[in-house]
């Protein structure tokens, strides 16, 4: 069975500045997939970044990169230079079975950033 | 921005009733996915389906839920005789299906259903 571990209910970090969000993964699968989705208050889910299991380098999407890290089973995400705007929930999650169909999440970092 | 469009947005019923969710995927999408938030959590996945088929629906409760995708027309969640335990965010996601677009999924804004 696959699982996420997001250990950090809550973070603050001041605008500008850089901010890491933890992420745990567990599976038995060789091939996995991993995501990033942020939940603003107005409730949608948007996709920020993904990286695969065989992927030799870590993701970058802009302000965001995940920091992957295969045998310790970790996929931080990073966001450098926050902005007001990067205030919300995040999700880490892991599709697995080959095609990623199948996406288990974690229960969320809660970012806040401050002015 | 033909994203997935998901309706209502939100949907009040009272216990007993049926909640009748829909799913538009976006274009060129064939691939469509039903996911449950409750308060506090992440989500849970619950069914996934092409045109037609259901291809995976571990994550269904086996009574009252039912889910379809057919050749035309919007992907529909059913909820039949819902309960109060049934409250929650329903999230409906579509993805290209191929495994060259690494199959990311994008969500729709969800529905987010009270039962009364």
């Known amino acids: 069975a696959q699982k996420i571990t997001q250990t950090q209910p809550g973070m603050f970090v001041q605008e500008k500045e850089a901010v890491t969000l933890d992420c745990t993964y567990d599976?038995?699968?060789?091939?996995?997939?991993l995501f990033w989705y942020k939940q603003p208050s107005s409730g949608e889910m948007i996709f920020l970044i993904y990286?695969?299991?065989?992927?030799?380098q870590n993701a970058t999407e802009g302000r965001y990169s995940l920091n992957f890290q295969k045998a310790r089973k970790s996929a931080n995400l990073v966001i450098s230079a926050s902005q007001l705007g990067d205030s919300a929930m995040y999700f880490c999650a892991m599709g697995s079975g080959g095609s990623n169909y199948k996406l288990t999440f974690g229960k969320g970092t809660l970012l806040t950033v401050n002015p | 921005n033909a994203g997935v469009m998901q309706n209502p947005r939100h949907l009040v019923r009272r216990r007993g009733q049926e909640a009748r969710l829909r799913c538009s995927p976006m274009?060129?999408?064939?691939?469509v996915y039903w996911y449950r938030q409750l308060p506090e959590e992440g989500l849970k996945f619950m069914v996934y389906l092409q045109k037609e088929n259901i291809i995976d629906e571990s994550g269904m409760p086996k009574e009252r839920f039912s889910a379809e995708f057919p050749k035309e027309g919007p992907s529909i969640l059913r909820i039949q005789q819902v309960v109060r335990g049934d409250s929650a965010a329903y999230f409906c996601?579509?993805?290209?299906?191929?495994?060259?677009?690494?199959?990311?999924?994008?969500f729709g804004a969800g529905t987010r259903l009270s039962v009364l």
């Open positions: 996601a579509s993805s290209p299906g191929s495994l060259q677009s690494k199959n990311i999924q994008y």
């Open positions: 599976t038995s699968d060789p091939s996995y997939g």
């Open positions: 990286q695969g299991s065989y992927d030799q």
């Open positions: 274009k060129g999408h064939s691939h």
